[in-house]
Each structure stands twice: as structure tokens, then as C-alpha cells.
């Protein structure tokens, strides 16, 4: 089965359960048609993959299989040449983490909130006179990518273009390698400009940071923290909203027992992880992992969404998620999410602020999923709502 076919499915619970029953916790997979590698389903052995890099590497060089260049893949698995910690093992790993996790760590909360409202309410106001919008392309997507570029310190301007460029990088249409060139001379530029005049924001504290060899490093590590943090929030923000909007528990405010935006977040990071195939581990030796045999080279999927659900440990309780963190949906091990934090503020302030708002109702119940073989969103979220009226902007003359 590819991956793609796997996160489009209309039921992909019971796809992982099928496959889990077939092959036990580890599945053969193809990543893209032609492309193979094992899916891992299992709870422990996905643990076991994230937390021991000496045999399941970071580093692409390990992989055994040669991409045809009009390969999907590329942006994600096989990024010749870059240099940050994402592609990164062991203690050149640990180099290139430290100043990420410093600069995460320094951030200020308050300040970042402000910044993260202002751009919802920005967004909210471009289309609330109208009464219906696609929450997806007309909100989620871009909150989350103006949040992520306004911590690094972008204006909405360089926001904007940085975000036509990822989404060419991961596939979406255009030219997948000028779009990653033109991404990283924004980054560049930027970086320059911030040696100059340094701000209080996340490129400012990279670009102190003594890790880093040189320039290349900074740009790459930047792009690649833009960059996952865009589909993941998206995808948070998107199924969030979908429950809020769908689920009864959440939906009957007039029962008196509505369940709250924190409890939907964590149910939709358990239930429906942003990204349900975590992009991969590559074997260093032959080695068995739960029954299968894996050999050196084999690229290896952690299935988050298939692991948080596996009966072997999560209890049929429906109670069980609501303020319990202890699913894989961030990683473990060296790897994990430097940005819970900020992640889950952007989140919450991006659902709050549309909710607070506006009375939204899902126009459509039925879901196409955008195609990915890595997450799982819908591709559109149409909603209706009472229309605001215009406020006028100029001042009352006096
Ligand atoms: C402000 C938003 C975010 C930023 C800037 C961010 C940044 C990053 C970075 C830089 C890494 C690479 C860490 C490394 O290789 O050592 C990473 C890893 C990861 N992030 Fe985030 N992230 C964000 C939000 C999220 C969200 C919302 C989720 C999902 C709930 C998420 C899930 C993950 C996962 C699963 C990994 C582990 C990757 C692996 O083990 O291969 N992130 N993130």
C-alpha cells in the first residue's frame, strides 16, 4: 500500500488496524508508488526507532534507494546538501540543536501571543463581511506560516513569499528546487539584515549563537524549523476546528457538559496526530524490528497516528486523552519537538480567536483529504457564518 492511499482513506483507523493485524507492528509500505520501506505501527517499536539513532540514522546518506528527480520525495527525504539538524545524528546533531533549543526556551510568551493574535485578527478581518470562507486556505495555512515567519522576526510581506516557496518545496505545483533557492536567499538576506540590527526574536538569538560554523548553517536550520512547523500547525489547527465544529461533545453548548478547546487539542493529537507517518529513519545494520527483517539501507516510517492508537496501550476510555501528553505526536528521543510550547499557543490562539468571533457552522460534512503521504487534512474546510459589518477605518472628522 502507498502512503498516499493510506492518509486519503475515508476510514484510516481501520486501514492501520488492517494492515496491524495482517503484518503485526511493522509493515512493508511503499512511500510513493515504486518507492518501498516499512510503515512502523507498534507503540514500543516506534519508541524503539526514535530512541536508538546508532541503528536508525537521521542522516539520508544512509538510505540505499536512488530517487528519480521528479520524485515527490526529494524536499523531505533526500535533501542533497543541506545542513541542519533535522538531517543530522549524534554529536553534530547535538551542535546544531543547542542553539534551537536555547532560542525556544528564550522566547517570550506574552510577546509572541500578541504577535500570534494580531496576525488571526488580520486574517479574521479580510473575510468576516462575507459570511462564508474555506478555513483551510483562507486561514489555517496562513496563520500558521505568518506566526511561525513573525517569531523569526519576517514582516508579513516576506511571510507571504516565503510561504508561496514552501509549498512549491513540498510539492504543491511549480519548481520544487528554484522555490527552496529563492527560500533560503530570503532567509539570508534576513539573517544578514539581523547581524545589523538585531531584534528580540528567534533569528536574532541564532544568529548570536556560537554553535554555528557559518551562515549556511543558520539559513538551513531556519527553514527547515519554518518548514516543520507549517504542516504540523496547519494540520493541528484544521482538525481542531473540525471537532469543534462536528463533535457533540464540543458542539452542545446548551447541555451545560461542552467540553473545552485544550481537551479537543489534546484529543485531536492522540486521535489524529498532524503527522500521522513521521519521514523516516534509515537502517545502519540488518536488524529485526518487531518481526520484520530490515535491512541496512531500508528507509523506516514512524507511524504516529498507528502508535498513539495501538490497543496494546491506550485504553477504550473516552476520557483517557483530556490532559494526558503522552502520545508520540511530538517525538521522542533526540529528534523530539523543540517547539511544544509555541506550537500549542499558536494553535490555541488561532481556534480561539475565529471561534470567539464568528458563529461557524461546516457548510460541507464531507471531507477531501489534501494529499500527502505524510499528514492528514482536509484539502478545504467551508464554513458559514453571520457576516460582521464593516467598521468604518477613517476617523470621524471633528
Ligand atoms: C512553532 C511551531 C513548531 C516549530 C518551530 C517546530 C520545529 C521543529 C524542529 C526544528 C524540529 C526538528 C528537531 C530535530 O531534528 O532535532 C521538529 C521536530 C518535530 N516536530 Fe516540531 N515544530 C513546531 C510545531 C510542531 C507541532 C505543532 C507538531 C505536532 C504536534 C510538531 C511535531 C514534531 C515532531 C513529531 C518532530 C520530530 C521529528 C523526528 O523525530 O524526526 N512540531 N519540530
Redesign the pocket.
Known amino acids: 500500500m502507498a502512503l498516499v492511499d493510506l492518509t486519503g482513506t475515508e476510514d484510516m483507523a481501520a486501514a492501520l488496524r488492517e494492515l496491524q493485524d495482517h503484518w503485526g507492528p511493522v509493515a512493508p509500505v511503499d512511500l510513493e508508488p515504486g518507492v518501498p520501506g516499512w510503515l512502523v505501527l507498534g507503540h514500543a517499536e516506534v519508541m524503539e526507532v ?1 530512541r536508538t539513532e546508532s541503528v536508525f540514522a ?1 542522516n539520508p546518506r544512509h538510505w540505499k534507494e536512488q530517487l528519480p528527480r521528479e520524485s515527490s520525495l526529494h524536499a523531505i527525504l533526500s535533501p542533497a546538501g543541506r545542513r541542519a ?2 538531517y543530522a545524528d549524534g554529536p553534530d ?1 547535538r551542535r546544531l ?1 543547542l542553539p ?1 533549543d536555547e532560542a ?1 526556551a528564550g522566547i517570550d510568551e506574552a510577546r509572541t501571543a500578541a504577535l500570534v493574535r494580531g496576525v488571526c485578527s488580520r486574517l479574521i478581518d479580510s473575510f468576516s463581511a462575507q459570511g462564508q470562507a474555506d478555513l483551510i486556505g483562507g486561514y489555517a495555512a496562513a496563520v500558521s506560516f505568518l ?2 515567519s513573525g ?1 523569526f522576526g519576517f514582516d508579513d510581506k516576506q511571510g507571504i513569499a516565503l510561504l508561496r516557496c514552501a509549498s512549491e518545496v513540498f510539492g504543491h505545483g511549480g519548481d520544487p528546487v528554484a522555490a527552496l533557492a529563492t527560500m533560503d536567499q530570503i532567509v539570508l538576506d534576513h539573517v544578514l539584515a539581523t547581524r545589523e540590527a538585531p531584534g528580540q526574536d528567534l533569528t536574532a538569538s541564532f544568529v548570536a549563537h556560537p554553535n554555528f560554523q557559518d551562515d549556511t548553517e543558520i539559513v538551513h ?1 531556519m527553514v ?3 518548514c ?2 507549517n504542516e ?2 496547519v494540520t ?1 489547527i484544521a482538525a481542531t476546528l473540525r471537532r469543534m465544529l462536528t463533535d457533540p461533545r464540543y458542539t452542545g453548548r446548551v447541555t451545560g457538559v461542552r467540553r473545552g478547546l485544550d481537551d479537543a487539542m489534546d484529543e485531536t ?1 492522540w486521535r489524529e ?3 500521522a507517518n ?2 523516516a529513519r534509515y537502517a545502519v545494520t540488518d536488524c529485526t524490528l518487531g518481526s520484520a527483517h530490515i535491512r541496512a539501507g531500508d528507509a523506516i516510517v ?1 507511524g ?1 497516528a498507528a502508535a498513539n492508537n495501538d490497543p496494546r496501550v491506550r485504553p477504550a476510555d473516552d476520557l483517557f486523552e483530556a490532559g494526558n501528553r503522552s502520545h508520540l ?3 521522542v ?8 510550547r ?3 499557543l ?2 490555541k490562539i488561532a481556534v480561539e480567536s475565529l471561534m470567539e468571533r464568528l458563529d461557524l457552522r461546516l457548510s460541507d460534512p464531507d471531507v477531501t483529504w489534501a494529499p500527502s503521504p505524510w499528514s492528514r487534512y482536509p484539502a478545504v474546510l467551508p464554513v458559514t457564518f453571520t457576516p460582521e459589518r464593516q467598521v468604518a477605518r477613517t476617523p470621524a472628522r471633528a
Do not use: E, N, T
Open positions: 526514535m537521521r539538524l533535522y546533531h540543536r534551537v525556544f506566526a511561525v517569531m536550520s527547515v524549523a519554518i516543520a512547523a504540523m500547525l493541528w493529537l496526530p498532524p503527522v513521521l519521514p514512524m504516529l505526536s511530538f517525538g528521543g533526540p529528534h523530539a519537538c523543540p517547539a511544544r509555541p506550537g500549542r499558536v494553535v
